[in-house]
């Protein structure tokens, strides 16, 4: 039994998907990336300022935005 994804099942539905990407579902599990310490350790760990996440994210927000854009066609 697969699971249905709530963007297929009610698509008829919908007009479009807007998503942020300080808002993304990850299944699985990120143990040290699953609670603001943990994430906290990590940068600490990596020697990066907890003040520099936007640019540490700048690579996955791009990613995102442009897997996005040969998706839809469009931002």
């Known amino acids: 039994m697969g699971v249905e994804l709530l963007t297929e099942r ?3 539905q919908m007009a479009g ?3 942020c990407y300080d808002r993304i579902i990850i299944q699985g599990t990120v143990p040290k990336w699953c609670y603001a310490k943990g ?3 990590y ?3 990596h020697q990066i300022r907890i003040f520099d ?3 540490w994210a700048e690579p996955l927000r791009d990613a995102i935005r442009e ?4 998706t839809i ?3």
């Open 53 to 55: 996440y936007p640019r």
């Open 67 to 70: 897997c996005r854009r040969r």
């Open 43 to 45: 940068f600490y760990e």
């Open 73 to 75: 066609g469009r931002i």
């Open 10 to 12: 009610y698509q008829s």
């Open 17 to 19: 998907v807007l998503s």
């Open 39 to 41: 994430m906290t350790d």
